[in-house]
């Protein structure tokens, strides 16, 4: 755990904190891109080039971060993005993070392929958490999952549409990994060199009972886990999934239906015209199609055609500028991947819960330094550089 959590200042001193503290093949895992990293560079660069143009001498006084998402009123426009394997950096990892965002009234949206299950997430923050949704290729079982969801209490499902191929991301190969561990004599040196993660995500859980840490999301008995990942064909992310898959879900999902990773026009447009609330502009991160334009690019035309829908937007966040350009690009509010992961490496919840005040108090000063006080006054006119591609 970094020692001294006021030595973290800034995201990229959280980050180092991370990249020491994990292994390699774990670092790598939750920090790159896919192919040559081409939209995870692209992402940022374009988010660079943006500049924002104060407004000085009106209003004084505290700023207002209140924004409304999907019928209801948040406190912070920021939404913790789904990150698979999260509970693999700190155990009980995904639990952390909606007990550290809930002290900020912040709603997380669980992973597919989490570590913790649903049910003890919404313990830590009800009401507050969404569940991502990976179409499975037994869409029954899909259905099954659902009806857990429901169960535990949550309202806002995310239908993940980008990964109808498997991205390549060549350092897992290299490095032995697969949304789990092939044992090699480099990973097994590299877990060697980390022994305090090797401690606390490995040992004490075998010590303590809890056996080897597993994606409590799929059906029992075909449940893969962290040294054994390979999934039974049933549960493998469909790769046949069209509209009729989204018209179904939003016939049997009677909550708030949001679409992430849309990046098109046209497919913003069939989202409204299908019923979904809403919608998430991303480029996975930069961890998927890695021709993929920039985020800030296409979401002034995004959030035009998304007409009533609420517009949710991500991917290369790593300052509160950044936050304050996608919403005045016309996010309604931004979701955030690896920075949580970041701060859950370097100290758990507390650095979780440092790494969103961090941003949140940029977000602020941002805005203080510009002249707004509200997100509402967030608007496109206050940039330079926004290039708009249809
Ligand atoms: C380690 C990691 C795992 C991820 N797993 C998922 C996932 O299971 N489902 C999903 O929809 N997105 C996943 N994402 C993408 C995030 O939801 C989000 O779109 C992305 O991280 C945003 O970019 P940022 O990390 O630069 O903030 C993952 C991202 C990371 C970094």
Redesign the pocket.
């Known amino acids: 755990m970094a020692s001294d959590l006021s030595s973290l200042l800034e995201a990229e001193d959280f980050r180092k904190a991370a990249r020491s503290y994990l292994p390699h093949v774990l670092f790598e895992?939750?920090d790159r891109g896919s192919e040559r990293e081409t939209a995870l560079k692209q992402g940022r660069a374009a988010l660079d080039r943006l500049r924002i143009v104060p407004s000085l001498l009106r209003e004084a006084g505290p700023c207002d971060l209140s924004c409304s998402v999907l019928g209801k009123t948040l406190a912070t426009p920021l939404i913790v993005?789904?990150?698979?394997?999260a509970g693999m950096i700190r155990p009980g990892g995904e639990a952390r993070i909606a007990s550290a965002a809930a002290s900020h009234g912040i709603p997380v949206c669980l992973?597919?392929?989490s570590i913790v299950p649903i049910e003890a997430v919404t313990k830590e923050s009800p009401g507050n958490v969404w569940f991502?949704l990976?179409i499975w290729q037994n869409r029954q079982r899909m259905l099954d999952l659902l009806e857990r969801v429901k169960a535990a209490g949550v309202e806002t499902l995310?239908v993940?549409v980008d990964t109808a191929a498997q991205p390549l991301r060549h350092y897992n190969r290299r490095n032995g990994f697969s949304m789990g561990f092939r044992p090699t004599p480099r990973s097994v040196l590299d877990i060697a060199a980390h022994p305090n993660w090797a401690a606390n995500a490995l040992l004490k859980p075998l010590v303590q009972g809890r056996g080897i840490p597993d994606f409590p999301h799929y059906p029992e008995g075909l449940r893969p886990d962290v040294l054994r990942p390979q999934q039974d064909a049933s549960v493998r992310l469909a790769t046949d999934v069209t509209w009729r898959d989204i018209e179904h879900l939003r016939m049997v999902w009677k909550g708030s239906l949001v679409l992430?990773?849309l990046l098109c026009a046209e497919d913003v447009a069939q989202a409204r015209r299908t019923g979904v609330d809403g919608i998430?502009v991303?480029t996975?991160?930069?961890?998927n199609l890695d021709s993929a334009p920039a985020v800030v690019d296409v979401l002034p035309s995004l959030a035009d055609e998304a007409g009533n829908m609420t517009v949710i937007a991500?991917?290369?966040?790593r300052q509160g500028s950044d936050v304050f350009k996608m919403l005045a690009l016309g996010a309604d509010a931004v979701?955030?991947?690896?920075?949580p992961?970041y701060g859950l490496a370097a100290a758990g919840s507390a650095g979780v819960e440092r790494i969103l005040h961090m941003l949140l108090e940029e977000l602020r000063i941002t805005m203080g330094l510009s002249g707004k006080k509200r997100i509402s006054d967030l608007g496109m006119e206050t940039l330079l550089g926004v290039r708009i591609q249809e």
């Open positions: 895992y939750m993005a789904p990150t698979a394997i992973a597919t392929q991502q990976y995310v993940t992430k990773g998430v991303s996975h991160g930069g961890r991500d991917s290369g966040i979701m955030i991947g690896r920075l992961l």
